[in-house]
């Protein structure tokens, strides 16, 4: 390798660097769309055996709405993908009414960072620093452990209802 192309790969390693706690809490938004699906397919499940579609058909029609919507938001942030910020402020700004979440999901999604790491050109540079490494630190698992508790705590409360 050319000195040019070392030096524009250390450029890339120290971009990534410099983003890389932005792009794991991205990376968990994903995980927390991922878990809300689980509980809205949890909710699906639960209503329809019951017999009690009548009484509870609004939170099926939400819960049937909801749980693709998750899995592609969750797919998209899991990604990186550049498209997920418009559905992705929109779901964490409805979560904002339910869930602390949604607050830490949008700082994320609509600051200098989250811009840089949504970028179209950013999933190219992770793809040319597979060297990068992301070392977790418990801060990193805040928003997995807090939805994995409220995930949880709605399934306990339905279940013993």
């Keep these: 390798m050319s000195q040019i192309e070392l030096d524009a790969q250390a450029a890339l390693e120290s971009e990534r660097l410099a983003l890389i706690r932005h792009e794991v809490q991205l990376r968990d938004a994903g995980l927390h769309c991922y878990c809300m699906a689980a509980l809205a397919l949890f909710l699906i499940i639960r209503t329809l055996p ?3 579609l009548a009484e509870s058909a609004l939170l099926f029609t939400l819960c049937l709405v909801l749980l693709p919507i998750y899995l592609v938001v969750g ?3 899991s990604r990186l993908d550049p498209w997920v910020r418009f559905p992705g402020a929109v779901m964490a700004f409805l979560g904002l009414l339910v869930q602390p979440t949604g607050c830490m999901v949008f700082s994320l999604i609509r ?3 989250g811009d840089r790491v949504l970028s179209p050109g950013y999933r190219k540079r992770v793809a040319a620093t ?4 992301v ?5 990193d698992w805040q928003l997995a452990i807090m939805t994995g508790l409220m995930v949880v705590a709605i399934v306990l409360a339905v279940a013993l209802r």
Excluded: L
Aim: hydrophobic share 20%; aromatic share 12%.
């Design 75 to 77: 797919r998209g942030f």
């Design 135 to 139: 070392q977790r630190r418990w801060s």
């Design 50 to 52: 019951i017999g009690e």
């Design 130 to 133: 597979p060297q990068v490494q």
């Design 111 to 113: 600051s200098e960072r």
